[in-house]
């Protein structure tokens, strides 16, 4: 019963460092998304995928970048982490299709510092 | 674009107080709405939908109308307790089908006492 799983759960960085958030579910979702939780400005979308080898940009992609080889990962990368990248990040699925009730499943998230 | 306003937190309220939580939201067409709630340490979950005018979401105690003349999805308990201490995200979804993203409020904290 795993659901959404990210890792690691935290991560701290110094400037300029690379990293991977992974994320995994075994819901056979074909939406897959993350998002980042800052303080006062709720939760914003990075990137998503409707399906393996589609993705897409959100709200606020710079500094990230994604791939999607399976339907069961999506994992996130930062290149060169900046402070300004310090925060929480969720990742989430979601069915499609006929069986899409709009509803996002959730994994723990994954806090990150930049220093 | 779409975007949804919800009250500022905190909001601190005696257990068994009535809990009014206000979100209202600006989109085109019809979206549906959601109610979301993340426990301290973990990721959100979906507390109540609501797909159409009218529809009244519910869950848990908690109900929320979509109400489309005020274009607002207000969430409400009767009686809370202290287990509802909680940050309470109220979101919409523009479209359907694998287009639809999920636009999030900013969050409103409860906290419960004895």
């Known amino acids: 019963n795993a659901g959404v799983t990210q890792t690691p759960k935290f991560q701290v960085l110094k400037t300029g460092q690379s990293m991977t958030l992974q994320c995994a579910q075994d819901?056979?979702?074909?939406?897959m998304s993350w998002y980042r939780q800052d303080p006062g400005m709720g939760l914003r979308l990075i990137h998503y995928?409707?399906?393996?080898?589609?993705?897409d940009q959100g709200e606020v992609p710079n500094g990230y970048n994604v791939s999607r080889s399976t339907t069961e990962d999506f994992p996130l990368r930062l290149l060169s982490a900046a402070p300004s990248q310090t925060s929480v990040y969720f990742c989430?699925?979601?069915?499609?299709?006929?069986?899409?009730?709009?509803?996002?499943?959730f994994g723990e998230g994954s806090r990150l510092t930049v220093l | 674009g779409d975007s949804v306003t919800q009250m500022e937190g905190p909001v601190t309220l005696s257990e068994e107080a009535f809990l009014t939580i206000n979100c209202t939201y600006t989109?085109?067409?019809?979206?549906?709405l959601f109610w979301y709630v993340q426990y301290p340490g973990e990721g959100l979950q979906l507390l109540l939908k609501?797909?159409?005018?009218?529809d009244k979401g519910s869950n848990k105690g908690f109900e929320a109308t979509y109400r489309k003349e005020t274009t607002s999805f207000h969430l409400e308990k009767g009686s809370v307790q202290v287990s509802d201490s909680a940050v309470y995200f109220c979101?919409?979804?523009?479209?359907?089908?694998?287009?639809?993203?999920?636009?999030f409020g900013t969050g409103t904290r409860l906290q419960v006492t004895l």
């Open positions: 989430a699925s979601k069915l499609t299709g006929g069986a899409n009730t709009g509803e996002l499943f």
């Open positions: 979101a919409l979804s523009g479209l359907t089908g694998t287009a639809s993203k999920l636009t």
């Open positions: 819901m056979n979702h074909e939406y």
């Open positions: 989109a085109t067409g019809y979206p549906s």
């Open positions: 609501a797909t159409k005018a009218d």
């Open positions: 995928s409707v399906g393996a080898g589609i993705t």
